[in-house]
């Protein structure tokens, strides 16, 4: 697992290694320069003739100090002054007269079309503002260029916690980001014009005291080892039950691919609880899976209690429909079991009406709601939802007590203590029918083997990530179906076994 910061947390964490552990920061500086430089020397060479774009601030100082190492490497560097001389940094004066001193050669009007490499040192972490004016003018001159764009910290433009554009951005072919990925730099569209990423290891360690909840935590695949070994005398009941309820008429694929995908996670047995209509078709698409049905007009609680009484794990929701009696339904379970659940899709949409309801049940809860979802349960837009985004997604965990995986081309998901993980894995293909439903299931899953929701509901988002990816590389993002999700779990779970 690593972290990710907001800017705000990267310039405390700078500060910190300068005030309070005495590393001066022209030191730091020295070491941003040096690593950038040695992480765009492939293929570097004496032919290379390279323009560093600097702005005002000590980005722009990073961007001077590189070209005077350059330089004196032999190779062709030019400075680009774009910033405000009157908003020099102390530490920009000192690398201007240092550059000077070595006569590193300074231009003012670039051929862009000239340069085999652009680097872009405008703006790092401290962007305040949209870009306007003649940055927007540079900026667009960058990306109109021929030349291979390398970013210093951050694509000048590119928020630094939102990963939006301020009105304009560089397109990078490769960011050197310092010390921690910037959050803005793995949300979109940030990711996709930050290029290639590379961390550089200058020197700054998160505090030792500080509370790491405060970060983005962002696994990989370290926690695959968080899977329960399955122990070779273990038998089904061992592994979890997982009663499904899920699929209404015309959707009995939603239970379907919920299912089988929570068999492929590893639980040891499932039961799809469903309209009647689907029998037939669940038990031939899935034998493994057994099944109980209810009808049309009413649900018999003496079944679905017997049922809720066999489980170890509850999933409810996919394809389950909006009809009110469901309603009645889940808010019995909710207040009559406190066994580990999953509430997706329309579950979620049906409890967006009565949301007391949520408030009764006691046991550990995973929501997996999508943006629509998500702003539904907060009464709000998904643009607002949006603008304070995720600190609203945190704040409804932690007032519901529960792990709420809002789900999103950067799904994230948060914790009662207000621990948020941001998933790295997944891709574009993933945005197809019933994927949602194969994480549902992954995750009901991972807590029938007796993980936490805490520990369940972000690698599960992880897993299922990396099963598309694997879909992705076999069928290409557009014809991945998701079924092929399913199939892409087996690659990573053997990984433990
Ligand atoms: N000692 C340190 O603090 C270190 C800083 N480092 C570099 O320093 C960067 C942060 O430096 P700064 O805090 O000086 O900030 P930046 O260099 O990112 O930018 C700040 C400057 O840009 C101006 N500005 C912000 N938004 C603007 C807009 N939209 N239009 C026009 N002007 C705008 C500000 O007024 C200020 O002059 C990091 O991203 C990193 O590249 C690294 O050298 C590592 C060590
Ligand atoms: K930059």
């Known amino acids: 697992m690593h972290y990710a910061v907001t800017s705000e ?3 405390a964490l700078d ?8 590393i001066p920061s022209l030191v730091l500086m020295e070491r941003a320069a040096l690593c950038t430089v040695e992480e765009i020397r492939e293929p570097l060479f004496s032919k290379e003739r390279i323009l560093l774009v600097c702005g005002s601030g000590n980005n722009g100082a990073d961007g001077v100090a590189m070209a005077r190492i350059l330089h004196n490497r032999g190779v062709t560097a030019e400075i680009f002054l774009v910033g405000n001389k009157d908003r020099w940094t102390e530490e920009m004066r000192i690398q201007i007269d240092i550059a000077k001193n070595y006569r590193v050669p300074f231009v003012n009007n670039p051929a862009w079309d000239e340069y085999t490499t652009i680097v872009d040192a405008i703006f790092g972490v401290g962007l305040s503002r949209k870009v306007s004016g003649r940055y927007n003018d540079v900026i667009t001159s960058i ?6 764009v390398i970013s210093v910290d951050i694509p000048s433009g590119i928020h630094g916690n939102t990963g939006e554009i301020m009105g304009t951005a560089v397109r990078a072919d490769k960011t050197v980001t310092f010390a921690f990925p910037k959050a803005g730099l793995y949300f979109y569209p940030g990711a996709e014009y930050a290029g290639e990423l590379a961390v550089a290891d200058i020197g700054i360690q998160m505090m030792e005291t500080g509370d790491t909840r405060k970060y ?3 696994m990989d695949e370290r926690e695959l080892g968080l899977l329960p070994k399955r122990q070779p005398s273990g038998n089904k009941g061992d592994f979890g039950k997982v009663l499904m309820i899920a699929g209404t008429k015309g959707m009995s694929g939603a239970a379907f691919l919920a299912s089988n995908a929570c068999l492929a996670a590893g639980a040891g047995m499932v039961r799809i609880h469903t309209r009647e209509e689907n029998r037939i078709i669940l038990q031939t698409q899935l034998p493994e899976a057994m099944l109980s049905v209810y009808g049309e007009e ?14 170890d794990v509850i999933a409810i929701g996919p394809g389950i429909g909006k009809d009110p009696m469901l309603l009645d339904m889940i808010a019995w379970i909710l207040e009559n079991s406190r066994k580990p659940m999953v509430l997706d899709a329309d579950c979620l949409n049906l409890l967006s009406t009565q949301e007391e309801l949520l408030a009764k049940r006691s046991g550990p809860c995973v929501i997996t709601p999508h943006m629509g979802e998500m702003a ?6 998904v643009s607002a939802l949006k603008k304070e985004f995720p600190k609203n997604v945190q704040a409804y965990g932690r007032s519901k007590n529960l792990v709420c995986v809002c789900k999103d081309a950067r799904t994230v998901t948060c914790l009662p203590d207000g621990t948020c993980y941001l998933n790295l894995t997944g891709n574009e293909g993933m945005a197809t029918a019933g994927a949602g439903d194969v994480l549902t299931g992954v995750i009901a899953g991972l807590l029938a083997q007796g993980l936490p929701a805490e520990k369940a509901a972000p690698l599960g988002v992880y897993i299922h990530g990396r099963a598309g990816d694997i879909a992705k590389e076999k069928l290409g993002s557009y014809s991945m179906l998701a079924r092929d999700i ?10 433990r076994g």
């Open 9 to 11: 947390q990267m310039k």
């Open 15 to 22: 500060a910190h290694t300068i005030k309070d552990m005495g």
């Open 143 to 148: 990306n109109a260029a021929s030349a291979r």
């Open 216 to 218: 983005y935590s962002c």
């Open 298 to 311: 009413d649900w018999n609680p003496r079944a679905v209690g017997e049922a809720v009484g066999w489980a």
């Open 376 to 381: 539904r349960l907060l009464h709000t837009t």
């Open 486 to 495: 399913i199939r892409g779990l087996a690659p990573i779970m053997r990984e």
